[in-house]
């Protein structure tokens, strides 16, 4: 039987409990009572209407959709990239719409006909999907610091699959243009497959680009700055979820070598891993849409601009949180502690060992949700 971790979030339970019963009878109203559940990024905000429109348009769907996708939605992921992300030059050929990027990211390793003796590479503080992804696939899951601790390449130690995280969950670290570059010169002299999950690109908080009022591109594995204008064994998954508040409608893609995307494509199709042909309509209309993006991503701003100091008052320390939605902080102590601490105040938050042995003295904090619980954390935590 195939052996797997234990579902990290399970191990919440008491914390939860304990979060749950908070009551302060000096703070009045909901901001003295109950929970205040910071553990999962799990949007709160409506969706869109111009995505829910799009939606109900397309309720009419008696027949099979494409797995592939329709080619308006392959073309407008391509013109996405070239508006948002800097990417000119993504063939509509080498994108394919998935159920989630959850879903692409557990088995990827499997889809490539990964297995036994076969590595793939991670970051050492990471989601815990890369993990499981290649557990799946009966692969050797490495976590590695950087292209050094991957030591002397040998059949039995060169990943198959390298995975990218920027930015980072859970630290919200950004990757430059010229760490992708090497990482990506790197992998392909060594004939390594890179798989770069970008699910929170549009969530910079750096400064914003001097002269333009626009905030930063966190850079792609695909901006020809990184790659030389080859897509040539190289990935970049990207998520709807958290941008246009997506996450119920499983709206993702990946894309990149076109070679490869076909080789997914004829599994795919076997395995009938299809999205719904409604939520490729509504993934047009997002994709095609950036005022919603910009409206959202001001309400997280928002309540960042309100979590952080509070965070900090409690006395912990953020580090990285560049981009995201998270805050990743440490008070120079075991992360359960903390996890404990901030549950006595009715503040639940995921502690760092979740994302393996490296995070085990830190807390992911996230910022989705209500501007009025997140209001009600900061009270809590002054």
Request: glycine fraction near 10%; aromatic fraction near 6%.
């Amino acid at each position: 039987m195939l052996r797997l971790p234990d579902f990290p979030w399970d191990s919440l339970a008491p914390a939860r409990e304990r979060a749950s019963a908070f009551a302060d009878p000096d703070i009045e109203g909901p901001a003295g009572r109950g929970i205040v559940d910071l553990s999962v990024g799990t949007p709160v905000d409506p969706t869109p209407e111009v995505v829910r429109a799009a939606l109900t348009d397309a309720a009419d769907a008696p027949g099979y959709p494409q797995t592939w996708g329709t080619p308006d939605l392959r073309e407008a992921v391509a013109a996405w990239f070239a508006t948002r992300r800097g990417v000119p030059d993504v063939d509509p050929d080498g994108v394919l719409p998935t159920i989630g990027s959850k879903e692409l990211v557990a088995w990827l390793p499997t889809l490539l006909g990964l297995g036994e003796g076969d590595v793939v590479g991670f970051p050492r503080v990471a989601y815990p999907t890369y993990d499981v992804g290649a557990r799946l696939a009966g692969a050797v899951p490495m976590p590695v610091d950087s292209l050094t601790a991957l030591g002397p390449l040998t059949p039995g130690t060169t990943p198959r699959l390298l995975w990218l995280n920027s930015p980072s969950n859970p630290t919200g670290r950004v990757l430059g243009v010229e760490h992708l570059a090497k990482v990506v010169s790197w992998a392909r002299e060594h004939g390594v497959l890179v798989a770069s999950d970008e699910c929170y690109a549009e969530l910079d908080w750096r400064e914003r680009v001097p002269g333009s009022g626009e905030p930063p591109t966190t850079p792609s594995v695909l901006d020809p700055r990184v790659c030389g204008g080859s897509h040539e064994g190289l990935l970049a998954v990207y998520s709807l979820s958290k941008q246009s508040n997506l996450a119920g409608y499983r709206a993702a893609f990946v894309a990149g070598d076109p070679a490869v995307v076909r080789e997914l494509l004829e599994v795919r199709k076997h395995a009938g891993m299809i999205l719904p042909w409604p939520v490729q309509r509504a993934m047009v209309a997002a994709l095609a849409d950036s005022a919603h993006v910009q409206e959202q991503r001001e309400r997280y701003a928002a309540r960042r601009a309100v979590l952080l100091p509070a965070v900090e008052r409690f006395g912990l320390r953020v580090e990285d949180s560049d981009a995201g939605l998270y805050l990743w902080a440490t008070a120079g102590e075991d992360g359960r502690r903390t996890l404990a601490r901030l549950a006595e105040r009715g503040v639940l938050v995921a502690p760092g060992d979740f994302y393996g042995p490296t995070g085990r003295e830190y807390v992911r904090i996230a910022l989705t949700a209500s501007d009025e619980r997140v209001a009600a954390a900061a009270h809590r935590l002054r």
